[in-house]
Nanobody, 123 residues
């Protein structure tokens, strides 16, 4: 069982930055792939980025590539999402998720979810 708690969301102007954190419980954190997803009002939950546990390989959605950076600290059992050059279309609830299987971008492939943190980007 893995419990995930996100933090770091808020209101920021376009062009600004935020860093989201996701604190995980459980002694097997390093074995999980960790992903960030987001969901805007009226839209489906979409993949943002993932990071693999063992190799720290990363993968990003095209819409955030070059602006967002995912990282993890296995000693602190925490995963981060550094978001730079934010745009109004980045406004959404951001969710952290954990998956036993690697290299997955579909929400259904993730086993554990946090409660989400709101990110609002004003124009």
């Amino acid at each position: 069982q893995v419990q995930l708690v996100e933090s770091g969301g808020g209101l920021v102007q376009a062009g600004g930055s935020l860093r989201l954190s996701c604190a995980a419980s459980g002694r097997t954190f390093s074995s999980y792939a960790m992903g960030w997803f987001r969901q805007a009002p009226g839209k489906e939950r979409e993949f943002v980025a993932y990071i693999v546990g063992s190799t720290t390989a990363t993968y990003y959605a095209e819409s955030v590539k070059g602006r967002f950076t995912i990282s993890r600290d296995n000693a602190k059992t925490t995963v981060y999402l550094q978001m730079n050059s934010l745009k109004p279309e980045d406004t959404a609830i951001y969710y952290c998720a954990a998956a036993r299987n690697y290299y997955r971008t579909r929400p259904n492939d993730y086993d554990y979810w946090g409660q989400g943190t709101q990110v609002t980007v004003s124009s």
